[in-house]
């Protein structure tokens, strides 16, 4: 049995519905869900260079239609992807004691990161958008997330962050060879070797951007924290 049928482990629908709901959660996964979380990440290297670049690149909108706008532009299509691929793992079954090929492996890295990358979504679409929004009354600001980043006072929020990027990068990653193989754009063996590296240049240039972010984010608090003690210690408060 090829590396390729063993690291299927799943029992796929058939027809044209099928086919088609294959096609368009494999589609937003590169287009457009990819192109924007390139861009996000590329803003969020705004922090390295404070707290007004950063704002002004993530957070500042034109109008609040504009973020409205913005916001479904992101969320409509990890909806659609995430019902799509939730699922295919119901139809998964882990094979990885009977296949031990390199693929394979790949192939249930690539259904526990989506577990993860889930996860971890929620978890920073509530502390990004929900929590300051609709508990807080304002945007995002970068004092608090910097400082959340840094303290971890409501939870080891830097471990989250490092963790579901990592997860991210490997999953859009990963999950941009497996769109080439499906659409056809890689058919021989050669050649998805071959798009192997570029799976692997594209995970370690999301990853390098995503913890150049969370390393802005963290120094940044890093700093408002020591200016905050160092003000309280002038005055004489704890």
Do not use: C
Request: no cysteine; glycine share 10%; charged share 15%.
């Amino acid at each position: 049995m090829s590396a390729t049928t063993a690291a299927s482990g799943t029992t796929m629908d058939k027809g044209p519905s099928a086919f088609f709901k294959t096609r368009l959660g494999s589609f937003l996964a590169v287009f457009p869900l990819s192109i924007w979380t390139v861009n996000h990440l590329w803003n969020n290297l705004a922090s390295l260079r404070g707290a007004e670049a950063w704002e002004s690149a993530v957070t500042h909108h034109s109008s609040p239609v504009a973020e409205v706008l913005g916001a479904l532009v992101a969320l409509a299509p990890i909806l659609i992807h995430t019902v799509w691929g939730l699922a295919r793992l119901g139809q998964w079954r882990p094979n990885i004691g009977s296949y031990s090929y390199y693929g394979n492996v790949k192939f249930i890295l690539q259904r526990l990161s989506a577990v993860g990358v889930l996860l971890f979504l929620a978890a920073h679409i509530y502390l990004a958008w929900i929590k300051p929004h609709v508990f807080e009354g304002h945007g995002e600001e970068f004092e608090d997330i910097a400082k959340e980043m840094f303290t971890s006072a409501d939870g080891p929020t830097l471990i989250v962050y490092l963790l579901g990027t990592l997860g991210v990068s490997y999953h859009l990653a990963n999950g941009l060879q497996t769109w080439a193989m499906g659409w056809g754009v890689v058919g021989s063996r050669e050649a998805v070797k071959k798009f192997e590296w570029v799976s692997l240049t594209t995970f370690a240039l999301l990853l390098a951007m995503s913890w150049g972010a969370i390393y802005g984010l963290y120094t940044g608090g890093r700093e408002i924290v020591a200016k905050e003690r160092a003000a309280a210690a002038a005055t004489g408060h704890p």
